[in-house]
């Protein structure tokens, strides 16, 4: 019998091993992947269970953080949220976060391992340190300018920084309050619903997301390809460009909208805006010379961040020669973003250097020490600074003496370009009015912004002008804005 | 067993009684719930619990209590028994209490107060009044047919959650299931105490095994088949897996015949493929066994099995902390069945692991008392008492661990449950009654004439 019980013991301490070993499994290792698993609410309960991180604009935080005492305990709040979503985003306890709340999501809630005091501290702790904070690039009156300028009518604006790249400005309207998507609840999911459903969109972030026919605006981009390309020596020298122009290889003949355009110069072709002659010069580059001239602009970049993603704006690659000739101008596949063509300008301004867009400045941890900073880099000397130079004095130009008459500032140089995008079938669509421009204050060494306007319903004529009539304005009071900080 | 001369203590040597060593281990046993306790309060509310003292006080009491009725009429019992006893239910309250918080609708914790002090007042009753557990061989029938009416009952009640086990009278509702096991342990430890030398040594032999005759078997295999029957009936899966186990444990020590072992996990394996593939309510166990993650695949979220295993994730080594943790996620289920996910998440592999060694302490400690008794219905009773802490503790810690599938029962000591409790503490009862005449020097010197002399030939 004695031997039956010690075996029967036996029996047990199998038991109880197999159970310590099993609970080994659980807790030390699979509790990795199951901590993980996408089903364990515990990352999200934790998640909210501190205040997250605020973002800054001028130093004032633009987010706040609200107790709700449930078991998601805090939500997201937003001062001023339908000026500054193409920022900010939103951090929605349902539908997740975009923008600035998806790229600085570590920062914000409190994970990136950079906050905690020592590394593998939080790891000992099994603590989660307070959200840091996000200090963003954007000029609170630059940013206000920009959607007061835009009034609601469909559009976005983008403003850099020439000399290093801070963004100063994404505005997109119409917006919407990001506020609405915070939390759990039929209210947030009506408002998901409904701000999705709306045919205005008003949770598309135009400036960076959207991609637009450029139309005249690229001519810049055109015009500094040719002057790279030595195809074009001297820009105030007549050209030999018939007007109108007939497309190569076939008998479709392109015109121009403003007059004076046959043989124009380069200059005269940009001031006024001639289709003909810059359709002919993007023809003389050629197809390769012309896909490196815009690539350096950042066209065909899909992995543009800053850090939100940008999409892709479009050049493409393989075109026919009358294809080409009319993408010199802005047209056929040729789509930009608002901050694509504000780049285009800023290298202009920037004797050539493009710097690479950014809208994060540094980030911090709760009590302001710094964890990340963010600078100047440049993104592609996009031409040469000569041709930049003369691309100055002719954006100047447009703006003294041609279609973008608008933007002009007493006492400030200023230079610019219009555009009127045409689209939809047969053109029949209401054209995109574009602005590009840039502003230079009396001694100061570097421009102070470059602006980029998209306005989308521009009712007006179907002329260059208008460009100059509906975005050009906007682009002003964003200048004006910049000049005065 | 007969007792040989070689087994008498000389009656210069006398054992040491251990009750102060038992004492200090209360104090220790009080202190630690007391401290989790506390520890909840500055985890949730940054402050001590203004009625820790009250609390702690209370627990102390009963401790004392048991301690007194243990030291005056159980001098020689085992000292640890009641300590381990005493910080599990202290564990379970803090536990408990912890959960109740999650849900300030359903307090459970002062229900699980009033029926652990029933169960140390049973608990004492015990101590006092049972002076020899030999009385109890000869109540194997009344026990038996006790424990089968208390099995049978539930059936005129109504299911509760997909198991018929309750009884509810007024706002109290009991499992009779949980005294039934004492009972039916008591049954099976007279029944072969009495008849283990026919059950061993006679009987027809095919192959290798040794079968008894029908005359022997018959009468114990049917009260277990009965029993097991009614179970499967009232869809209590976790406790007739424990009579069976119950069963074979105490035939092959009462036998001695290894072969029983192998009939025994023949049938238990035969049992669950027939029961696991045709039953749907247990079909559906086995299904979450194999795979807790396919609702989540499904889309319907994670289950109960799922939520207990991301628990016990997310306490890694050390745990969140008491009251840190968020296993409330569980649902219903999780201040009873589940109740371990709670401190495998809040204590980590560190405070489970030292739960498991206090339940295998527990345990080890009843068979020792068996080994060290004359007795065989002692030694069957002790073994069957511990063996029924274990494979309860085994059955309930693997199912909502993921190692079987999950058939309710309730985490001796630990889980809500008031019958649970009563019971446990009726088994410790039990087991400090075992261990006091197993560790008694001299069975004359402390008789008293209130329960007769133990038959010359049982000692």
Request: glycine share 10%; net charge neutral; hydrophobic share 45%.
């Amino acid at each position: 019998m004695i031997r039956c019980i010690r075996r029967a013991a036996a029996l047990c301490l199998l038991l109880l091993v197999a159970l310590l070993l099993n609970a080994a499994r659980i807790q030390v290792f699979e509790a990795d992947s199951l901590d993980h698993n996408p089903a364990n609410r515990r990352l999200t309960i934790t998640r909210y269970g501190q205040p997250r991180g605020n973002i800054l604009v001028d130093g004032r935080s633009v987010t706040g953080s609200e107790d709700t005492g449930e078991q998601l305990r805090y939500e997201r709040t937003y001062r001023n949220g339908p000026l500054y979503a193409p920022v900010t985003g939103y951090a929605s306890q349902t539908y997740g976060t975009s923008l600035i709340e998806y790229t600085e999501d570590d920062i914000l809630s409190g994970t990136d391992p950079m906050l905690a005091p020592f590394p593998l501290w939080n790891d000992i702790t099994r603590a989660q340190q307070p959200g840091g904070n996000v200090v963003t690039t954007v000029e609170d009156a630059v940013q206000r300018a920009a959607y007061d300028g835009l009034g609601g009518r469909r559009g976005a604006v983008a403003a850099l920084e020439p000399a290093t790249g801070r963004v100063l400005a994404l505005v997109s309207t119409p917006s919407y309050d990001p506020g609405l998507l915070s939390g759990t609840g039929s209210s947030v999911t009506d408002a998901w619903q409904r701000l999705n459903a709306a045919e205005s969109r008003p949770m598309l972030n135009r400036a960076i997301r959207q991609t637009y026919p450029p139309g005249s605006t690229f001519k810049i981009v055109t015009a500094a390809a040719a002057l790279d390309a030595e195809v074009v020596t001297d820009p105030y020298a007549e050209t030999d460009t018939p007007s109108p122009y007939v497309l190569p290889g076939t008998t479709t003949t392109l015109p121009n909208e403003s007059r004076g355009c046959e043989q124009a110069s380069l200059a005269e072709a940009i001031r006024i805006s001639c289709n003909t002659v810059m359709a002919d010069l993007g023809v003389r580059v050629g197809l390769a010379d012309m896909v490196e001239a815009v690539e350096k602009f950042g066209f065909n970049d899909t992995g543009l961040k800053i850090p939100p993603g940008v999409a892709k704006s479009n050049f493409d690659t393989g075109m026919s020669e009358d294809q080409l000739a009319l993408s010199s101008i802005g047209q056929f596949d040729t789509t930009a973003t608002p901050l694509q063509m504000a780049m285009v300008a800023s290298a202009v301004a920037n004797g050539g250097d493009l710097k690479y867009p950014y809208l994060v400045d540094r980030t911090t941890t709760r009590s302001g020490a710094t964890v990340r900073q963010n600078g100047s880099r440049t993104y592609h000397r996009a031409m040469n600074p000569r041709t930049a130079m003369q691309l100055r004095e002719m954006m100047v130009d447009v703006v003294e003496n041609g279609t973008g008459s608008n933007a002009a500032i007493d006492g400030v140089t200023v230079g610019g370009k219009t555009g009127t995008a045409q689209h939809g079938v047969d053109n029949t669509g209401t054209p995109y009015a574009w602005f590009i421009s840039w502003a230079q204050a009396p001694g100061s060494a570097q421009p102070a912004v470059a602006v980029a306007v998209v306005v989308e319903d521009a009712a007006a004529r179907r002329a260059d002008i208008s460009g100059g009539g509906s975005a050009a304005p906007i682009a002003r009071a964003v200048m004006e804005a910049a000049l005065r900080d | 067993m007969t007792a040989t001369t070689a087994d008498a203590l000389p009656p210069a040597l006398r054992l040491p009684k251990r009750r102060g060593v038992e004492l200090l281990l209360l104090v220790g046993a009080v202190l630690v719930p007391v401290l989790g306790y506390t520890a909840v309060g500055l985890a949730r509310n940054g402050a001590v619990p203004p009625d820790v003292a009250g609390y702690g006080a209370g627990l102390g009491l009963l401790a004392l209590l048991a301690h007194l009725a243990v030291r005056f009429r159980a001098p020689y019992a085992d000292p640890l028994l009641l300590p381990i006893a005493v910080l599990l239910n202290g564990l379970g309250l803090v536990l408990i209490y912890r959960l109740d918080l999650e849900t300030p609708k359903d307090q459970a914790a002062p229900t699980q107060l009033i029926w652990s002090t029933l169960g140390v007042s049973l608990f004492i009753a015990v101590v006092v009044l049972l002076r020899d557990h030999r009385v109890l061989q000869r109540y194997a029938y009344l026990s038996v047919a006790a424990a089968l009416v208390l099995m049978i009952v539930p059936i005129f009640f109504p299911a509760v959650n997909g198991a018929k086990i309750w009884i509810r009278i007024g706002g109290f509702s009991f499992q009779p299931g949980e005294f039934a096991k004492i009972l039916l342990a008591v049954f099976f430890a007279a029944y072969l105490a009495a008849n283990r030398n026919a059950l061993a040594y006679t009987g027809r032999r095919f192959w290798k095994l040794q079968f008894p005759t029908g005359r022997v078997l018959g009468p114990i295999v049917a009260i277990w088949l009965l029993s097991v029957g009614v179970l499967v009936l009232e869809r209590d899966l976790g406790t007739s897996l424990l009579f069976f186990g119950l069963f074979v444990i105490m035939l092959y020590v009462a036998t001695g015949r290894t072969g029983w072992i192998a009939v025994g996990l023949l049938l238990a394996a035969l049992g669950a493929f027939v029961v696991g593939s045709f039953e749907p309510h247990v079909h559906s166990r086995v299904q979450d066994w194999l795979d807790p993650f396919a609702s989540i695949d499904a889309g319907r979220g994670p289950g109960q099995l799922a939520q207990s295993l991301f628990a016990f994730a997310a306490g890694g080594m050390l745990g969140t902390g008491l009251g840190l943790g968020h296993s409330i996620l569980i649902g219903f289920a999780a201040k009873s069945d589940f109740i371990l996910a709670t401190a495998g998440e809040e204590l980590g592999l560190t405070g489970l692991t030292a739960i498991f060694l206090l339940y295998a302490l527990l345990v080890a400690r009843g068979y020792r008392a068996g080994l060290a008794l004359r007795d065989p219905f002692g030694r069957l009773l002790s073994i069957g008492l511990a063996s029924i802490l274990a494979l309860q503790v085994f059955v309930i810690a693997g199912g909502v661990m993921g190692l079987i599938p999950l058939t309710g029962m309730a985490m001796p000591f630990l889980a809500q449950g008031g019958s649970s409790v009563v019971t446990n503490w009726i088994i410790v009862a039990l087991l400090i009654r075992v261990s006091d005449q197993a560790r008694r020097p001299q069975p004359d010197a402390v008789e008293t004439g209130i329960i007769a002399r133990v038959p010359e030939e049982d000692r």
